[in-house]
């Protein structure tokens, strides 16, 4: 019998992490609407989401997300290009640990548009350096 204070061990038989979840963005295929991703493209789907949501869109997690759509229409300056890759570095340390980022770099594409941000993110895993993606967002 199981009780408020017993202590219930929890044992696997996994040798390794996977990384499960849903692809983004959602489309429909030949599976329906939602398709599932592994690995590391869990992660960039995850990376995508965060970077894309709006501060304060998602219920219960007000601090979710980045508020870089009220930077578009401002004037391209180095410093706005710093508060850009501030705000994504700290939204991934504080939702996604298990990347570290190893470039950030954000530019405006004059063939996109001037009112367009594009962002370029190098990433590895946290515990695994040699699985590396280059994840490229236009804004």
Do not use: H
């Not at 329906?32 to 995508?48: H, L, P, R």
């Not at 970077?51 to 219960?60: F, H, N, P, S, Y």
């Not at 870089?68 to 710093?82: C, E, G, H, M, Y």
Request: hydrophobic share 45%; net charge neutral; proline share 4%.
């Amino acid at each position: 019998m199981f009780g408020p204070f017993e202590n219930i061990s929890v044992v696997t038989t996994s040798q390794k992490d996977q990384l499960l979840g849903l692809a983004f963005p959602i489309v429909s295929s030949t599976g329906g609407y939602f398709s599932n991703s592994e690995g590391f493209n869990t992660i960039v789907a995850g990376i995508k989401q965060l970077i894309l949501t709006r501060k304060g869109e998602r219920v219960m997690l007000p601090e979710f997300g980045t508020n870089l759509r009220a930077f578009v229409f401002s004037q391209d300056t180095p410093a706005l290009r710093k508060r850009i890759k501030d705000e994504i570095a700290q939204a991934i340390f504080v939702y996604e640990p298990r990347v570290t980022i190893k470039t950030l770099e954000v530019y405006v594409n004059e063939s996109q548009g001037r009112n367009t941000i594009m962002v370029a993110l190098q990433l590895s895993l946290a515990n695994d350096f040699l699985q590396e993606r280059i994840l490229e967002i236009i804004v």
